[in-house]
């Protein structure tokens, strides 16, 4: 049986707002019956204030996904369309103290329950932009389709490019063999042979800075840098953008899941690392949150 | 009431009687049997008894039949494996879409070496079609390999009659017995099966001790090359405690043999019986008619098997179930989806499988339990109009999620 915490069990035994909201005005169905989840979400939207004023929900499905179900109606009742948009999988999960690897597609099903009930509550169209594979790394919670994509997309070769771009296979390693089947199908499509010896692909190479730089051409060294980084927060769902750079400090914006993740200030070191490496000489990052005072103060100074 | 262990095919309790005769040997003959000193002497001795009690129970000529192997896996392995590199040159095999995973991930392995893999589909009931079968033995087949009875509906193959077919056409036969094996009556001796699977922990024995029943004359490479033991056919120091167990527990299989085919079928009848004439979508699949007397499967449809035992294991009770989230996999029980068991219903299938240490006051607590769990989950269902306690009109077209 799976080691479900105790939250998880609380939801599932006694689920809160189990049932279709008698006068919805939005609803949400999402699922995938073949994995055996299926959700209906039906919420009473305040017309004048867009405040989730009940919220219900009927599921088929497992005990996490009943428990995804639950958690999520409570997390959204009283908040505003556009608050409960901002609820991630990531917080339906944490308000559960957590859910198995296998198991996150439940809470990912109550985020995109919610997404298609705005959509009907708004009169647009939801579509479903993600696919699911089959669970390959069980330590990150990495499935199959992502694994592919990657290899398409950054023309990764081996099992040591596979978990530098999307971490599986770099925990307990089982997967490894999994990992290397996949290699070989999507080498095998591109025409391409698999060599497990392969040396590691190289990495997006930024030339080193050898001489002064103006200003100008700094941003831009900054740019690049971010640039090469990119796919690997990208396959993590996020995504850092350049905000200013004053003196030896770049201001940054973690975007999607960076933000508000615990690894961000690790993501931010590592770039700080990087750019440092590049540039040559001592570089701050910092996060632009931090920014405003400094830049009234600089403001102030021109003033 | 105590808990109620209805999940026997997952594996058994270990006999106490088992447990028993197996405590010397961890503590007293603890000798290696190949050692020649007094905490040796009787290990010889006992492992040749248990060898005959395993022969008897099967139905094997002779004793020197039985290859004492670690678990079921490592004799279905060692079966097919032994198959091709006896005959280099067939390079297909033969198995049906129902096998357990020991058989079907091992061929699925081997189809990526190149070799290729028939797999027989079944029917709605989970039936073998025979004349397909005929057509795909040739010279080419190295081995067929069909399993007695499946373990999720308890469908029995007629094994019997294949290994017959096979054996005409010139083909190996092995099958994988683990479910089968002290439940129904057999006489190996009498058939043309040449290989057979045997796993300890489903009657009643320790896990970590199998068998492969290996008919005298069938050509052989061993999986495990090393030391003489087992003739050579298998290396590594026996595990004398639980060989001397399974012994006994073959024993005691064979003494139970009428109580499991009437008394334990009757559990299982009354239970299934109960479940599908009180609570509403449900019903008993594979073939209903050539079942083991311990298993049945039910499914009930518009729910969630993960989330059915939950509820059964919070009462108490303890099954299993074929739906996807049970295995960690997103489809639901290869053995369902072969059967063409709609989704909405093979998520929900629940299997009970019964020992002779079941009584028919456990029944009669699950039929008590049952159409409440089912009530309570039916009512989260998108699927289910509890008001008037039917599927809602139409379900399919009322409930029409954005597929993932």
């Known amino acids: 049986m799976w080691d479900y915490s105790e939250k998880v069990k609380e939801h599932f035994f006694t689920p809160k707002n189990a049932g279709a909201v008698v006068d919805a005005n939005a609803i949400g169905e ?64 944490n308000e559960l103290d957590g859910l198995p690897p296998e198991k996150m597609h439940c809470s990912v099903m109550g985020r995109e329950a919610l997404q298609a009930a705005v959509a009907n509550y708004r009169g647009e169209e939801w579509k479903d932009d993600h696919e699911e594979g089959a669970l390959i790394c069980k330590c990150f919670a990495i499935d199959a389709v992502m694994i592919e994509e990657m290899i398409w997309a950054n023309k990764l070769r081996t099992v040591e490019d596979v978990t530098n771009f999307t971490k599986a296979g770099g925990g307990c390693a089982a997967c490894h063999e999994d990992i290397e089947a996949i290699l070989e199908k999507v080498l095998a499509e591109k025409g391409e042979k698999f060599d497990p010896t392969a040396a590691p692909i190289e990495k997006v190479e930024v030339e080193k800075v050898k001489t002064p730089l103006t200003n ?62 590049v540039l040559g000489e001592f570089i701050r990052v910092v996060p632009a949150s931090e920014m405003k005072k400094l830049v009234n103060i600089q403001g102030a100074g021109h003033a | 009431m105590p808990d109620i262990y209805l999940d026997n095919n997952a594996t058994t309790k270990v006999d106490p009687a088992v447990v028993d005769v197996m405590i010397p040997f961890f503590l007293e003959q603890y000798g290696n049997p190949s050692s020649i000193h007094k905490f040796a002497d009787g290990v010889a001795k006992a492992l040749k008894k248990a060898r005959g009690q395993v022969q008897e129970l099967i139905g094997a000529e002779h004793d020197s039949e039985i290859i004492f192997t670690s678990c ?72 067929v390999s069909v399993m007695w009875a499946n373990n999720e509906t308890g469908t029995i193959f007629p094994v019997v009659e294949m290994a017959e077919m096979a054996n005409a056409a010139g083909v190996m036969f092995h099958t994988d017995a683990v479910q ?22 489903k009657l009643h024995a320790p896990k970590g001790i199998g068998v492969l029943y290996l008919r005298r004359g069938t050509r052989y490479r061993p999986l495990l090359r090393g030391g003489h033991q087992e003739r050579g056919r298998r290396a590594g120091t026996e595990n004398t405690a639980s060989i001397v167990g399974l012994g006994k527990a073959c024993e005691m299989a064979m003494e139970h043999m009428e109580y499991e085919n009437v008394q334990v079928k009757a559990m299982r009848d009354r239970l299934e019986r109960g479940i599908v004439e009180q609570i509403p979508n449900s019903f008993i699949t594979g073939d209903l008619n050539n079942r ?49 068991i709609p989704y909405t219903a093979a998520h929900g299938t629940i299997r009970f499988s019964f020992s002779r240490y079941n009584t028919m006051s456990e029944v009669d607590e699950v039929l008590k339990v049952m159409p409440d769990i089912v009530a309570t989950l039916r009512k989260l269902s998108p699927y289910w109009d509890s008001q008037n306690n039917v599927p809602v009109a139409n379900p399919e077209a009322a409930f029409t999620p954005t597929f993932k």
Do not use: W
């Not at chain 1, 929900?57 to 608050?83: R, Y």
């Not at chain 1, 993590?236 to 030896?248: A, F, K, M, S």
């Not at chain 2, 005959?87 to 190149?114: D, F, M, S, W, Y």
């Not at chain 2, 997103?330 to 063409?340: I, K, T, W, Y």
């Open chain 2, 72 to 143: 079921g896996t490592e004799s279905d392995s060692t079966a097919i494996l032994s198959a091709i590199k006896a005959q280099p040159n067939r390079k297909e095999i033969i198995t049906t879409t129902v096998e357990h995973a020991a058989i079907l991930n091992l061929c699925e392995n081997l189809e990526k070496e190149g070799y290729t893999i028939h797999r027989l589909p079944v029917d709605k009931c989970g039936r073998l079609n025979l004349e397909a079968y005929k057509k795909m033995l040739s010279d080419q087949v190295a081995i």
């Open chain 1, 216 to 277: 100008l051409q700094r941003i831009k060294k900054i740019e690049e840098v971010l640039t090469s980084l990119r796919p690997q927060l990208m396959a993590d769902g996020g995504d850092v953008e350049l905000v200013e750079v004053i003196d030896n400090t770049a201001y940054v914006n973690m975007t999607g899941a960076c933000n508000g993740c615990q690894m961000a200030a690790m993501t931010i070191a590592g770039i700080q690392q990087r750019l440092m490496e």
């Open chain 2, 292 to 340: 083991l007397p311990n298993t049945t499967d039910i499914a009930f449809e518009y729910i969630e098997g993960e989330a059915i035992l939950m509820l059964l294991n919070k009462a108490g009770i303890a099954a299993s179930s074929g739906s996807a989230c049970t295995s960690g996999s997103l489809e639901p029980s290869h053995v369902m989806r072969a059967m063409q």
């Open chain 1, 30 to 93: 999402v699922g995938s019956i073949s994995c055996g989840d299926a959700l209906r979400l039906t919420l009473k939207v305040n017309p004048e204030s867009e405040i989730i004023e009940d919220a219900g929900f009927q599921t088929f499905g497992c005990g996490s996904a009943i428990a995804s179900s639950s958690v999520l109606t409570e997390i959204i009742k009283g908040k505003t369309l556009d608050e409960a948009l901002k609820v991630t999988n990531q917080d339906i999960a």
């Open chain 2, 180 to 201: 089968a094996v002290g439940k129904i009556p057999m006489m190996l001796q009498d058939t043309k099966i040449d290989m057979l699977s045997i796993s300890g922990h």
